[in-house]
Structure formats: structure tokens, C-alpha cells
């Protein structure tokens, strides 16, 4: 997984209650990503970050914010849970690959139910 | 708005055969397209990218093209193996942050 960890792999919540979910690298890449995925839709981008303190949002923000103090973790905070955030979480990084292009590469993922 | 449409039925093909996998977009042009794969539980794994100006790109047993005309791009592996079993996602780059646009995903099945 591209040096990339995520914690934790698996939560449960209850509605209401605010979540953090973490994205570490270990390589000093500068574009960090946070995506949800949910059936029948492709990944959406929730927000990015393109450097320390740097960070914006993607196409589904709201409900959701994160921070970037260092450059090795990216910090998704779910402020007030809702079950329609029930959700696989992933991480990714941006690196160019082996034809000089950009690639993303991508944490294991988050498994998150919120009840 | 800018859509990326996947088959959203599963494939299944024969192992041996060639699976041909397609991507289709509207209202954008974008300068390139990735091909990623994904196993259950896990996260996508980048495969192949094909600039605008290519009409084919191969590796291995996998090709993939790229009609700007038509929109669409399709995704070949030739020889399938049941290891090829898996979620294949195409994505667009969006802009100059290479943000990127996914489709949904198709599930290839490659029966023994």
C-alpha cells in the first residue's frame, strides 16, 4: 500500500458523535486525498490536501473536514456523524509513476457504520 | 456535469478469453485516463494511464484505448486468469491539482 496506513480499519459510531480518521505516509509525498466509497458510485473525493496546512475541498465536503499539521498525516473528522456517512474510507497519495505521470496510491481503507 | 459511466453488471468471462472492459465519459476532455484495479477489501491499485494523443497503450496482457471521439476507452486483458478477477475503475484527471473524476467500477468474474 505505497507506505500508506490508515487508522482505524474498522469503526462503529453512534449518530451524533464526532469521528477522526487517520492517514499516515511515510514517504513525504505532498498531495494527500481523502475518498469515500459507496456502492453503485465511484470514489468521491472529499477533501485534499497539497501541503502542510494547505488542504480543500472536494465534491462531497459537507459533514466533513480535515487537517494537515505534518507533512506525514492527513486527518478526516467527521463532525456530527449521520448514518448517510456510512461509508469505506480511503487515503491516497500522489506520486508519479514509472511514465512520469501521476498516480494516486491508496491506504487500505476505513470501514465505517454509523448507527 | 462531468459523468464517468462503468457497466455496472459483472463480466464474466472464460478464463482464456479476452475480457473487454468499457469506460465511457461525457462533457469533459480530459488529458489522460487511468485504469486502476481493485480486490475486495482493498484499495485500487493503479494499472495503465493513456495520454489523449495515444490511441493504445499495452502492458503485459492488458491494452487499453482511448477515442477521444467517441468518449470512451476500453480495457482489454487478453489470456484472462481467474487472478484477473476483480473491480476494474477507469478515472479521468479533472484539472491542474490532478484531481481525479471515477466511474463506478466493473466486476470481472473469470470462471476456470
Known amino acids: 500500500d505505497a507506505g500508506i496506513t490508515q487508522s482505524p480499519r474498522h469503526k462503529v459510531t453512534e449518530t451524533g458523535t464526532p469521528v477522526t480518521l487517520r492517514c499516515h505516509q511515510t514517504?513525504?509525498?505532498?498531495?494527500m486525498y481523502w475518498y469515500r466509497q459507496d456502492p453503485g458510485h465511484g470514489l468521491r473525493l472529499i477533501h485534499y490536501s497539497y501541503g502542510v496546512k494547505d488542504t480543500d475541498k472536494g465534491e462531497v465536503s459537507d459533514g466533513y473536514s480535515v487537517s494537515r499539521s505534518k507533512t506525514e498525516d492527513f486527518l478526516l473528522t467527521l463532525e456530527s456523524a449521520t448514518s448517510s456517512q456510512t461509508s469505506v474510507y480511503f487515503c491516497?497519495?500522489?506520486?508519479?509513476?514509472?511514465?512520469?505521470?501521476?498516480?494516486?496510491?491508496f491506504g487500505p481503507g476505513t470501514r465505517l457504520t454509523v448507527l | 456535469s462531468q459523468k464517468i459511466e462503468q457497466n455496472s453488471e459483472a463480466l464474466n468471462i472464460q478464463e482464456g478469453k479476452t475480457a473487454t472492459l468499457t469506460c465511457n465519459y461525457t462533457n469533459y476532455s480530459p488529458a489522460y485516463l487511468q485504469w486502476y484495479r481493485q480486490d475486495p477489501g482493498r484499495g485500487p491499485v493503479f494499472l495503465l494511464l493513456?495520454?489523449?494523443n495515444e490511441k493504445e497503450k499495452r502492458k503485459e496482457r492488458l491494452k487499453v484505448t482511448f477515442d477521444t471521439t467517441l468518449k470512451q476507452s476500453l480495457f482489454h486483458i487478453t489470456a484472462s486468469q481467474p487472478a484477473d478477477s476483480a473491480t476494474y475503475l477507469c478515472?479521468?484527471?479533472?484539472?491542474?491539482?490532478?484531481?481525479?473524476?471515477w466511474g463506478a467500477g466493473t466486476k470481472l468474474i473469470i470462471k476456470p
Open positions: 514517504e513525504n509525498h505532498r498531495y
Open positions: 491516497a497519495i500522489r506520486d508519479r509513476g514509472d511514465g512520469g505521470y501521476n498516480e494516486q496510491f
Open positions: 478515472a479521468l484527471v479533472r484539472d491542474s491539482n490532478y484531481q481525479l473524476i
Open positions: 493513456i495520454r489523449e
